[in-house]
T-cell receptor, first 110, second 114 residues
């Protein structure tokens, strides 16, 4: 089945540093979504992107929908300890099906 | 109150047993989904439903069945559970329409098949 290529798989950073992660696909998507998942919980939506080239912010988070519609990135500025978790990208294709990346595990060192 | 709820939150069962996982939503969304999550594999789609009379197989539907009893309820059944169905199961909902869709997830059901 189709999976998105998400990188990096894991990150260990110092508190206060900026974080960047991205997802790529061989297929075009109509929607890109970014989620955060805490242990034992369901993914929680962070940012939704609906148009190619769209750049959207949510507090310290910024995400962009790639011009080719085959990629997206998520940036977190000035990381804090509560940013720890697993971040997933998801794309919706023209058939209204969602595909998920394998996740980026973020550890923030105080 | 949570918009998307799942019951049970945790379940241990034995090989060969039939079990059902329930999902309810108060968001008024027409579309509902069941995913399983395994370490290192992300989320994989099992079944999805775009309305009460619509059921579609996802990427990994073998060994599973679903029932959309009402717009707000979507249940997942394992007719004869096997150990490799041990996983974290998530229900999600979305509302069709422009400019796009966003999925909202339940808290998950952790299933262990012995």
């Amino acid at each position: 089945g189709q999976q998105l290529n998400q990188s990096p798989q894991s990150m260990f950073i110092q508190e206060g540093e900026d974080v960047s992660m991205n997802c790529t696909s061989s297929s075009i998507f109509n929607t890109w979504l970014w989620y955060k998942q805490d242990p034992g919980e369901g993914p929680v939506l962070l940012i939704a992107l609906y148009k190619a080239g769209e750049l959207t912010s949510n507090g310290r988070l910024t995400a962009q929908f790639g011009i080719t519609r085959k990629d997206s990135f998520l940036n977190i500025s000035a990381s804090i300890p509560s940013d720890v978790g697993i971040y997933f990208c998801a794309g919706e294709n023209t058939g209204n099906q969602f595909y998920f990346g394998t996740g980026t595990s973020l550890t923030v060192i105080p | 109150d949570a918009d998307v709820t799942q019951t049970p939150r945790n379940r241990i069962t034995k090989t060969g047993k039939r079990i059902m996982l329930e999902c309810s939503q108060t968001k008024g969304h027409d579309r509902m989904y069941w995913y399983r999550q395994d370490p290192g594999l992300g989320l994989r789609l099992i079944y999805y439903s775009f309305d009460v009379k619509d059921i579609n197989k996802g990427e990994i539907s073998d060994g599973y069945s679903v029932s959309r009893q009402a717009q707000a309820k979507f249940s997942l059944s394992l007719e004869s559970a096997i150990p490799n169905q041990t996983a974290l199961y998530f229900c999600a909902t979305s509302l069709a329409g422009a400019p796009g869709e966003t999925q909202y997830f339940g808290p998950g059901t952790r299933l262990l098949v012995l």
